[in-house]
C-alpha cells in the first residue's frame, strides 16, 4: 500500500525491504524520515498532538504519489505519515522512491516531501513550557512546492 | 436547495468551538468562496477567522478547492488552517 | 564513524539510529541507497565487482563529506560503501545527512553522491552473459558533480 | 633524483598487467602529467591507454592531482579509469 495514515511508528528498513520486494531492476532507493525536534520556533517542545482528516489524508498523498509518478520514472514510491500523540525524537513521516537512477528517486523524494507540506491536510500543535500551539504554517514551505510548478526537474 | 457538511479542523475547529454541521446554503451562496464570506457574517470569532485577509483553505470532497468552487447538494466542505504535517 | 568501506552488507535502521542517538534537534533524516540492478547498458548483469583504492578511498570520502558540511548546516552525516562481489539487488552503498531541516539534509545527501560517484576511487567489474566488462564512467556523473560547482544550492 | 612507487586499479591494471612499481624519475620527469607521457613512450598498451586522448585519473598521495601536479621523492602516485562507485 503507498500511502498510510496511522498511530504507531515504522521501521524504515521493513518499509524498504517490502516495497522492493521482487525487483531486480530498482537502483536507488532515496529516503526522507521526518523527526520530532525538541526545539521550534525558539521554545522547547515537550510534545506533538497531530491532527488529520481522515478520508482526506490519504487521496491527497495518493495524489501527490501519482504526480510525482508521472514526472519521474520510479517503479514505486511510499509515504507513511504518523498521528496522535508525539515525543522528540519520535519519526512523524517516512517517504521512499525507488527508481533504476539516484538524480530521479532522490527528486521524486523532494517533491514529494514539499507536496505533501502545502497539500497533505495534517496540523501540527505543540506542548511548550508557556503551554500549546498550533504551528504557523512557513512561507518558505510554499516557495519549496512552488518551484515545481515551473515544470523545471531540479 | 443544497444542503452541505461542513467540517472544521486545527485550529479553526478549536476557535470556532465546532467540529461539524449541516447546513441549508441560502439564495447567492453557491461557491466555496461565498460560503466563506457568509459564515464571516455569524460575527464574533466567525468574523475574525474567516475574514479575507486571514488564511483558510477550503477543501470540497477530499480535494483543495478555490473560492470559484462551485457547491452542490450533499457536498462535505472543510475549512481549515494551513496545513503543518511532515 | 562517518565513513566506513567494508564487504559485509548494511542495514539503514541500524545506521540511521547510531547516527541519531543521543540527539533531539534532527528534524529531517535524508538517506540513499545505491543498489546492484540486474541490468546495465543494455545487458543482463548477474554478478558485481567492486575494486577501490584501499588509503584513499577513505580520504576522498571524509573529504565529500567535510565539504558537506561546509555547505550546509548538518549534524552528521554518514557514507557506507561495499567492496567485493555482490548480486543482483544487493545493497551497495549508504548516504544518510542529518540536519534540522529537510532542504539541507536533502541537499546534501544528493551532493554526496555525486560528489562519491566522480571523485571516490571506486571501479566496478560487471559479470554479463557475453562474459565480464569493466563499468564505463557517464558523462551525466560528471555533470551532476558539475552543477555543485557554481555555489547553487538546488 | 626522485623515487615514486606507482599504482595501477581496474582497467588500467588489467590491461598493463601491473599492479605496483617502484620508478626512478628521469630528467625532466617532475611532474605527474610528465610522468603520464613518459610512462607513454613504453610502447604498446603503455602508449594506447596514457595516451592523452584516454581519460586516465591520477592520484598523488590519495589526493586526486592535475597534470601539472609537482611529484616529490617518497611520493604514491595512482594511475586509474574514471571512477564508477556509488
Not at chain 1, 122 to 151: H, I, M, Q, Y
Request: proline share 4%; aromatic share 6%.
Amino acid at each position: 500500500m503507498p500511502v498510510r495514515v496511522q498511530e504507531g511508528d515504522f521501521d524504515i528498513s521493513a518499509e524498504i525491504r517490502a516495497l522492493r520486494a521482487g525487483r531486480n531492476d530498482v537502483g536507488a532507493v532515496a529516503s526522507f524520515i521526518g523527526v520530532m525536534r525538541d526545539f521550534n520556533e525558539g521554545s522547547g517542545v515537550t510534545e506533538l498532538t497531530l491532527e488529520h482528516y481522515p478520508g482526506m489524508t490519504e487521496k491527497a498523498l495518493q495524489q501527490i504519489l501519482d504526480e510525482a509518478h508521472g514526472r519521474w520514472r520510479l517503479q514505486d514510491a511510499l509515504v507513511v505519515h504518523r498521528v496522535g500523540c508525539m515525543r522528540p525524537a519520535d519519526q512523524i513521516v517516512l517517504v521512499v522512491a525507488l527508481s533504476a537512477h539516484r538524480e530521479e528517486a532522490l527528486a521524486a523524494c523532494a517533491f514529494i516531501m514539499d507536496y505533501l507540506k502545502t497539500r497533505a491536510p495534517f496540523w501540527k500543535k505543540e506542548r511548550t513550557p508557556a503551554g500549546e500551539r498550533w504551528v504557523a504554517s512557513r512561507a518558505s514551505d510554499d516557495e519549496a512546492a512552488g518551484r515545481w510548478l515551473g515544470g523545471e526537474k531540479p | 436547495m443544497a444542503t452541505v457538511q461542513l467540517l472544521y479542523f486545527a485550529r479553526l475547529r478549536e476557535v470556532l468551538g465546532i467540529e461539524r454541521e449541516r447546513v441549508v446554503l441560502p439564495e447567492g451562496v453557491a461557491t466555496a468562496g461565498e460560503l466563506r464570506a457568509w459564515l464571516a457574517t455569524r460575527g464574533g470569532a466567525w468574523t475574525t477567522e474567516l475574514d479575507t485577509k486571514r488564511q483558510v483553505r477550503i477543501a470540497v470532497n477530499h480535494d483543495l478547492a478555490d473560492a470559484a468552487q462551485p457547491l452542490s447538494d450533499g457536498d462535505e466542505v472543510a475549512l481549515f488552517p494551513p496545513v503543518t504535517g511532515g
